[in-house]
């Protein structure tokens, strides 16, 4: 009898270990947005507009960034700029540090020469679309004076925003510069809001630079519909990063990947602009939704049930009287649609005339089922037991 028992037991638990193993989903490899698999080992999706947060994937473990952390960088020279501290045309020295860096092929680099002459613009230019490490070391310089000022200045400003950052040079290259995924995203957010400028440099597909074409390292620039930025970041220690950022009809999505694979943070990228897109566009309709709302729509006090459809509904015409900004008087509507039965407006309304005595007589009409049930089952149950004793 104890072995047939036990035996069962053993067979429910194998049973429940085979139902329960492909549930667990195994984040260290993958997670999922709805049901597409990303291989980032860290993401985040936001509304530009608002900040808010759309999807996360261990967005606030810290990771190495590598030349995403340049557009800190970038930030700071807007900033030099805004405050008229220099402009798009001042002359950047090359010291003989940075012409000898950016010869170097460890680190993305384009390279520089202390016999010629560049402006800020020309540097930002490749700093942005072809990550050119020298050109930043160089920015970094003319804004602070000295590399080690700068690094302080970049570790000011992310102080200041309240984001798990640490910056150690201007350009991201070493696996000492690390921050998350959501302080990336709040670094992309802060340059397009203080200057959204950035974008005609973000947007473009090439430059040209001494005499060559230099080609930008966002490979969705001209695929994804809407995307005008933002940066790369590619090392053996970090892996493969991309922010991201596209605008469709007035809204745009920013989304951060960090640690996955070349080929697969674009279409990481994809994914998660793609879900951040139908999630806004599913709270915009939701928000022009309002159902069930009671209101007097004639003398004699009688209630109607209104449910507001999205003006935007493929089956509806909208009438010429709704304002562009869809805003509009519910019950005025509601009163045309029952005065003018000629003209269909994006409002559907019903008389309530649910007797609430009926309603109330259902509801403990159920509740006495139920507890009917519990009662057959309970007698059922102890015949049973006194059978046994006999």
């Avoid at 993401?43 to 590598?66: H, K, T």
């Avoid at 390292?217 to 990063?241: C, H, M, Q, W």
Wanted: charged residues 25%; hydrophobic residues 40%.
């Amino acid at each position: 009898m104890k072995t047939k028992r036990l035996t069962k037991l053993i067979i429910c638990f194998l049973l429940l270990v085979v139902f329960l193993i492909p549930q667990i989903e195994i984040t260290s490899l993958a997670t999922y947005v709805d049901d597409k698999r990303i291989t980032s080992e860290g993401a985040i999706v936001i509304d530009f507009e608002s900040g808010m947060e759309l999807f996360e994937y261990n967005a606030d473990v810290r990771r190495v960034p590598s030349s995403m952390a340049k557009m800190m960088t970038v930030y700071l020279v807007y900033e030099a700029i805004a405050e008229g501290k220099i402009n798009f045309s001042t002359v950047v020295p090359i010291s003989a540090t940075v012409a000898g860096f950016s010869q170097r092929g460890d680190v993305s680099n384009v390279k520089l020469y202390q016999s010629e002459t560049y402006t800020v613009d020309d540097l930002l230019n490749i700093a942005i679309i072809s990550s050119a490490s020298g050109a930043c070391t160089a920015l970094g310089e003319l804004v602070a004076g000295t590399a080690q000022r700068f690094h302080q200045m970049m570790n000011d400003k992310a102080e200041e925003w309240g984001i798990d950052a640490f910056f150690s040079n201007a350009y991201g290259g070493t696996e000492n510069t690390q921050l998350t995924p959501r302080a990336m995203a709040t670094l992309v957010r802060n340059t397009l809001l203080d200057y959204p400028e950035v974008l005609e440099k973000t947007s473009l597909s090439t430059v040209r630079f001494q005499g060559r074409t230099l080609w930008n390292t966002n490979r969705l620039l001209g695929v994804y519909d809407g995307i005008d930025g933002f940066k790369t970041g590619t090392s053996p220690i970090a892996g493969e990063n991309f922010s991201g950022t596209a605008e469709r009809d007035g809204i745009r999505i920013i989304s951060i990947t960090m640690g996955s694979n070349y080929d697969q943070r674009y279409n990481d990228t994809v994914i998660l602009l793609d879900y951040g897109f139908a999630k806004l566009e599913e709270q915009r309709i939701e928000e022009n939704r309002i159902t069930h709302v009671n209101v007097d729509l004639s003398d004699d006090e009688t209630d109607y049930l209104i449910d507001l459809l999205p003006i935007d509904d493929p089956q509806i015409t909208p009438p010429a009287e709704i304002p562009d900004d869809n805003t509009f008087d519910i019950i005025e509507m509601a009163k045309a649609s029952m005065e003018e039965s000629n003209t269909f407006l994006p409002i559907i309304v019903a008389e309530d005339d649910t007797d609430p005595l009926v309603t109330s007589m259902l509801l403990i009409g159920c509740v006495a089922s139920v507890i009917g049930m519990i009662i057959v089952v309970f007698i059922i149950f102890k015949k049973k037991r006194l059978n046994s004793v006999k």
